[in-house]
C-alpha cells in the first residue's frame, strides 16, 4: 500500500473511524499526540465509568463489591473475545504485566522441571528481561539470548537457532513480544508457538504493543500463556492493571506461584489451606484495583465497537504515511527509519533513528508534538488509530524535518 | 475505660473527631457503616483526587507522568511519618499486600538460606497463609502453625514456643499480623520482633487491620519487614495499592525477586540487566496503578490531618461502648464476644459471636446497618474513628438486639 496522491485531509475525511477521536477527551487540540501507545488517551467513556465507580464507592460502600467481585472475569472475557481470539474463561485482569509474567514464567518453569533453559530477545522490553534474569537467579537457570535485527525483530529462524545451540528438551520456556517494543516489528506468533511446542518448552507472549492495535487470535496460534498492557492501545488509564491468558487446558495443570485469596475458592469462606478457584480466577492474587478495572471496561468497550480489524486497517493506514513521510521528509536529514518496512509486518508505531533523538524529542514536546525517544537514538511515533489523526502523522513528521532540517545551524535543545 | 453515664449523643458532641465526618460522601446519613475496616468511606479529598488525577490523565497525558513517577515514594513516605513511625524512603505504595507479602517473604527467606522453617499463626488472615502455603511448597520448607487464643490473638509466648518446638536457627521468618482480622487482638509486634531476632530470623509484619487506627513505630520495635493494606482505615477506594516497608539497613541486603523496570535504576534508560535503584525504589515492580495512588495520598492527609494518637483514643472510646452495649443487650442473648475485653489489646473493631452470624449479618444490612459477616459464626464492627459516630455503634448494636430478639420466634434471614 502506497499513499502518493492523498493527504492527509482526504485520508482523514475517508476515515471510518474518525469519528471514534470524538469519544475521547481532546484538551488541547493543537496537540499533536503521538504517544498513545504509552499512554492511551481518556475516553468520555472511561472518564464516566471512574466516575460511576467512585459515586458507587461512596454510595453502596462495602456492598458495591456485589458487582466488582466478578469485574476482573467479566472484563477479562470480553478481552479475549474482541482482541485475543480466545474464549471466555481464559482471561483475567490482574496485577501488573510485569507481575503477571513472573508468575506466568515461574508457572511454566514449574510444569517443565528438569530443563533449565529459558529463550528470549535481547532486545525484549526491559521489563521482561529483568524479571527473566531474577527468576533465572533464583533458580539457577541459563536464559538463551536472542539477537535480533533490531529492525526486523525475532524471526522463527532466530528462535529455531536458540534451540539448536543445546539439546532442545532443556528449554522449559520461549517467551518474546508479540510486537516489538521499539521497532513495531510484529513475530510470527504463530510459527514460533508451533517450534516451541515441537520442542516440548511452553509459549509465553507479551502481548503489551499488540492487544487493542493488532487482531490476535491465540487460540489459532496455539499460544500457552500470555501476558499483556491495557493502558496503551487499549486506553485503560496510567498504570491500569494488567491481563493475563492462560490456555484453558492448562489451567489446572499450571500452578499460580503467589497464592492469594482471590484465587480462593469459596474466598469468603477463608478456609484453613488454600484451594485455588476452578479455571482462570485461580490466577487472581490479591484485592483487584477497581477504578483501574473500570478504566480497563471502558477501553475495550471501544476497541469492541471500532473493530479490531478496521482498527487494524487504520493502523497500516497511519504507519504507512508515516514511512512515506519519513522518506521525503526525513531521511534526506540523516533519519534511519527503525521499523520494518513492510507494513504487515509492523504493529502501529513507527520509530525514525538519528543520534540526536533525545534532544529532537524535547524540542517536539516543546513545540507541541509528543512522541517517545527509545534510547539510544529513536523517537517513537506511536499512531493509535481510535485517536491519531493522518493530519497528526503529517504535522508531527513536518515538524521534526524543520527541527532536524535547523540543526545544522543551532542546537535543537529547548 | 468504662462507659456508664455518657450516651452516645453525648460523646459524639465531645469527640474532636466528629468534624472529619463532614470530610466524607455519606450518601445515606441513616446508613449504619460499621465495614470502614473492609472498604473505608469515600473522602472528599478522594473523589477530588482521583477527578484531578482523571483530569491530569485526559489533559497533561503522558507527561503527567513527570509528577506521577515518584508518587508511590512521596506517599510512602507520608505512611512512614504519620502511621508507621519509620523514616522516608524506607516505605513505597506499590501492588497489593498479598503481592507485597509475597515478595517480601521470599526476600526474607533467601537472606536466610539454609533455614526452613516460617512461624506464623494459624489463624493469620487468609491470603497470608496461602501466599506463605505456595512458598512452602516451592522451597521445601516448613511452616509451623501457631495455635492462638481466638480472642486474644498471638502472644509472645506463643512465638516462644514455636522456636523451642526445634532449634531456633532453624526458623527463617516469623510474619504475623499487628491487629487480628477477626478478634482484633494487637499483637505486642516489639516483644515478638525481638524473640524473631533472638534466633536470627527476621520478622514480617502485616499491618492491614492496624495502619490508620493504631499508632505503630516500627523502629522503637525494630521490625524489619512489613506490609499493608490501605483501603480501610487509609480510605484509599476499592482496591487501592497496598504499601510495604523495608527497613534501611536491609534495602540493599535483600533482593526483590519480581525484578521489574519501576525498580531499575535510571528506568527509561533501558538498560541490558537489572540494575536495582537505590533505596526503597527497587521494591517497585510494574507501572503504579496512578489512580488508586491518588485516593491513598488523599487518604493518609486526612489521618495526619487527624493525628493517630486522636484517632487511637477515639477507636478506644468506640470499641469501648460497643463492648458495654454488648454486655448489656447481646450476652443476654446467646452472645459471646469474640475481642478482647482490655481496650488497650485491641484495635478498631469489635467481633461479637453467635451460631447463626451469617443470616443475623445479612439481616442487619437489609436493615441498614453493615458490618462483615467472618465464618463461621462472627458479626464484625469496622469502627473508623475518622467517620463512625458513637451514635452508629449505639443504633447497630440496637438493631442487633432486636433482630436477635425475634430470632427465637422468627427466621432472621431475609
Not at 534451540?163 to 513475530?187: C, H, I, K, N, Q
Not at 492501545?233 to 498504570?239: A, C, D, K, R, V
Request: charged share 25%; hydrophobic share 45%; with cysteine.
Amino acid at each position: 500500500m502506497a499513499i502518493t496522491v492523498d493527504t492527509a485531509r482526504t485520508l482523514d475525511e475517508a476515515d471510518p473511524l474518525a469519528r471514534f477521536r470524538d469519544r475521547f477527551v481532546i484538551d488541547d487540540p493543537a496537540l499533536v499526540y503521538l504517544d498513545g501507545n504509552s499512554l492511551g488517551r481518556l475516553s468520555l467513556d472511561a472518564r464516566e465509568a471512574v466516575t460511576a465507580t467512585v459515586a458507587a464507592w461512596g454510595g453502596e460502600l462495602i456492598r458495591a463489591w456485589d458487582g466488582w467481585l466478578d469485574l476482573p472475569e467479566r472484563v477479562g472475557d470480553r478481552i479475549a473475545e474482541v482482541c485475543l481470539g480466545v474464549h471466555p474463561g481464559e482471561v483475567v485482569v490482574a496485577d501488573s504485566t510485569t507481575v503477571n509474567l513472573y508468575r506466568l514464567a515461574v508457572a511454566a518453569l514449574d510444569a517443565r522441571p528438569g530443563r533449565r533453559v529459558i529463550v528470549t530477545d535481547r532486545a525484549n522490553f526491559p521489563t521482561d528481561r529483568y524479571v527473566l534474569e531474577g527468576i533465572a537467579a533464583a533458580r539457577d537457570l541459563e536464559i538463551r539470548w536472542i539477537e535480533t535485527d533490531p529492525i526486523e525483530g525475532v524471526q522463527p529462524g532466530d528462535v529455531a537457532r536458540a534451540f539448536e545451540a543445546g539439546r532442545p528438551d532443556e528449554v522449559a520456556l520461549v517467551t518474546l513480544s508479540a510486537v516489538d517494543y521499539r521497532s513495531a516489528a510484529m513475530a510470527d506468533v504463530g510459527a514460533i508457538t508451533a517450534l516451541a511446542h515441537e520442542a516440548g518448552a511452553l509459549a509465553l507472549w507479551d502481548l503489551s504493543h499488540a492487544v487493542g492495535s493488532v487482531p490476535l487470535d491465540l487460540e489459532r496460534d496455539g499460544v500457552d500463556l500470555a501476558v499483556g498492557c491495557t493502558y496503551k492501545y487499549l486506553n485503560g488509564g496510567p498504570g491500569a492493571p494488567a491481563f493475563l491468558y492462560v490456555r484453558r487446558e492448562l489451567q489446572d495443570e499450571l500452578r499460580n506461584p503467589i497464592q492469594g485469596w482471590f484465587g480462593q475458592r469459596d474466598q469468603f469462606e477463608m478456609g484453613p489451606t488454600y484451594d485455588p478457584a476452578p479455571g482462570i480466577r485461580r490466577w487472581l492474587v490479591g484485592t483487584p484495583p477497581i477504578l483501574g478495572v473500570a478504566g480497563v471496561a471502558a477501553g475495550v468497550e471501544l476497541v469492541a465497537e471500532a473493530g479490531i480489524d478496521a482498527i487494524r486497517a487504520k493502523a497500516v493506514a497511519l504507519t504507512t504515511l508515516a514511512v512515506e513521510r519519513f522518506d521525503a521528509w526525513l531521511a534526506p536529514h540523516g533519519f534511519s527509519l527503525g521499523s520494518p518496512r513492510n507494513a504487515s509486518r509492523r504493529g502501529a508505531h513507527v520509530t525514525v533513528r538519528r543520534a540526536d533523538a533525545r534532544a529532537l524529542t524535547s524540542a517536539l514536546i516543546a513545540h507541541g508534538v509528543v512522541p517517545d525517544f527509545r534510547a539510544p537514538d529513536g523517537i517513537r511515533l506511536g499512531l493509535s488509530p481510535l485517536t491519531t489523526r493522518f493530519a497528526d502523522v503529517e504535522a508531527g513528521l513536518d515538524r521534526l524535518r524543520r527541527l532536524a532540517a535547523s540543526v545544522s545551524t543551532s542546537s535543537v535543545s529547548t
